[in-house]
Each structure stands twice: as C-alpha cells, then as structure tokens.
C-alpha cells in the first residue's frame, strides 16, 4: 500500500463484525486461563497483551501503522515526544556514555540533553550541524553512543543532511536516530536516507487536532547492535533469565528492548484514550500536511517581501541557505512552520503577536489552527544568549504554525498585526 493507504489501513484490519474504527481497549489489564500462560508472557516466550503500560490493542494499532508509514520494523509510543527522546537515547546510553547532538533543536530536547540527561552521567556533545564533517567526528569518543538531530529543526527551520549524519555516525558504528516530527513519513522518511531510528512527538503533525500529548520511538531495524558498542544487546538481561536481545529478537532488538525493559522499568506509556486520537489524525496526515505545506508556502513568501520583516526562515523560500537539502530530503513540502524576525527586535514581535486575532497565541506548534508563539520567552527561555544563538534563534524571532483556515484569512491577520504593530 501507498502512503495514504496505510494512514487509512495499516495496523487495524477488522474480521467479520468487528468494529470498523479501531476500538478503544479501555482496560488496563488482561484475562488469562492459566498461570502457565501468564508466565510465558512475562519470560518473552508468547507475544500478548497483558498489562497496558507494556502493551494494549488499541496502542498496538497505532505503532503498527506508524511504524508501516516510517518504513521500520516495530514502534513503541510513549506519553510524550520527550519521553520518546529520553528512551530513544536511555535505550543505548548508560552513565558515564556520550552522544553527540546537533544544536538547533527543540528547547525542550535540549534540556532534557543538557541538564537531566547529565544528572543521569550521560553527556551530549552540541554541534552545528553545518560543521565540516571533520569537526563533527573530532566530537567522537569511545564511548559515544548514538548521533541526534531533527529533520526540520524547531524553531530555526533548517534541514537535517540525513544522508551525511547518517555516514558519520555509522562510520564509528553508531546509530543515526532522527527526530522527525515536523516533517512527519509524509513528508520525510528518513530510513530511506540511512537513519537508524525515529522519534516523534505525536502531539504534533500526527495527532494535529491538539487533543492528546504523545511520543513514538520507531525502529529501523537496519542497525547491527553487535558491532562493539552496545554490550546490553548481546550480553545477557539478568531480567529476563539472562534473555540476549539480538539473539532473541534480531532485527526487533532494539524496539523490543525499549518497550519490556525501559517501558516496564520507566512506565511513561501512551493511554488507549490518546491512540486513538493519534489515529484519527494519521488518518488524514497526508491531506492535512499537503495544506499545511502549501498554505505555509504562500505565507512565508508574502513576508518575505513585507518591509516590516527582517528575516523568514522557510527552507523552500529561493535563496534559503536550507533550499537545496529540502529539495533532496522534503521534496513535497517543508511543513507548515515558518519563522521570522521582524526589524523592529523583541518589542515589534511581541506588539505584533498581541495584536494578532485569527491567529491564536499557544504554547504549541503543528496544529490545524493557524498558532504563533515567541521561542526566545517561551519554550527556549532556559537558554542562554550564546545557546539560542546555537539553536538559530534570534531574540526577536516569531514561530508561526500556518495551519489550515484559508491562506487569504491567514495572510489578512498578519497584515493587520503588523501595521497595528507599526512594524
Ligand atoms: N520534538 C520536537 C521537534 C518538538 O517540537 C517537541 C515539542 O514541541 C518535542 C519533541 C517534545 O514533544 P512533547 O511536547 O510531545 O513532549
């Protein structure tokens, strides 16, 4: 099946009087006969639901079919994209490891990276991700575990060389894994470019209503977890009765892994609840993100040519320094999320969001409501000056999240805001 067919079909497949939609299995738990069969359950010896914070059908549906839509060979959602992010890296990296990350990313991510991962022992080395790829490797140590970075970073916009992440980190045999949420499989596939594994944050694109937080963890299944670095992959789980992941599961190691060791250990499991809002909105994924891209487009050109604006950052704008990598890896769209700065600094961009009245402030990107949010005083204010000059932030910059109203309605409130702002 094609894209749109497997955002419609994938993961749920309805027997003879089953419901048609996916059914929402409200239930934490599980009826077995017999001890015995609970007890294969537990050793890895059956597959089967048995406790929701480990598996549920309703859960299990949407991993399928995110998994299907990014190529890989299993998915594990999670309560958040920062719960993904956590487990995608916790997965591979003990105390005393080290992984290399790009710099532009979202804030959130970034703290998690540099202060919470770092009370765990591990440490995240930041780089720019245009650095030669000298510089990059020079970061490499021996116990580095894993290149991070996203595909259309937030808020900064700029484009993830995943082909050349991806070399660099297998060349020391480490993982690529990607953050993907931006552009989402409709948009970006980044397996076909040689990511090793993916991350999202449903909240995003994926759901794209704003009705739950969520995160999923996607595996490749194309990583060879014997090469040296990874001794929890073949060294035996005390756990499980000494179980070795890559003999067990092979390909699957890796998503297996996170989900019976670091989801029982860690809890921070999707709800049956939000799956199914999660499918809702992949069900309609690639028309939403078609409108997002081409209304987005639209609207990253007229501000362009405002003379109130300093600076529009949209990867597909003629003249982005990101052009040539969005036609490589985005080739359809780069999303709806465009960010600028106006001339008049700080005080213009936020004169500007007060007088804005279609367009809504919110703590929140990747919705169907057109939404601006100000990253400097908001989801990146932990950062220093020097960290959001880093990240590709401006202190007067402006997140805009064009969402799907009718481009004209969207462009006439920009308007209006920026003479109110006598930017
Ligand atoms: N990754 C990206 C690119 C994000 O934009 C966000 C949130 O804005 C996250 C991860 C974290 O996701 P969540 O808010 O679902 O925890």
Redesign the pocket.
Known sequence: MKLESLCLHAGYSPENGQPRVVPISQSTTFKYASTAEVAKLFDLESAGFFYTRLANPTVDAVEQKIAALEGGVGALCT???????MLSLLNIAKSGDHIISTSN?????FNLFAVTLKKLGIEVSFVDQTAADADIEALVRPNTRAFFG?T????SMDVLDIERFARLAHKHGMPLIV?N??ATPVLCRPFEYGADIV??????YMDGHALQ???VIVDSGNFDWTGGRFPEFVEPDASYHGLVYTQAFGKAAYIIKARVQLMRDMGCCQSPQGAFYINQGLETLPLRMEKHCRNAERVAAWLAGHPAVESVNYPRLPGNPNKALADKYLPDGCSGVVSFSLKGGREAGARFIDALKLVSLQV???DIRSCVLHPASS?HRQLTDAQLHEAGITPGMVRLSVGLENVDDIVADLEQALAQAGA
């Open positions: 309560s958040s994209g920062q719960a993904a992010s990313i979202y804030g959130g991510t996203e259309l970073t937030n808020p953050d949420t931006f991350i999202h944050s449903t909240t995003k937080v969520g995160g929140h990107v990747a989801t």
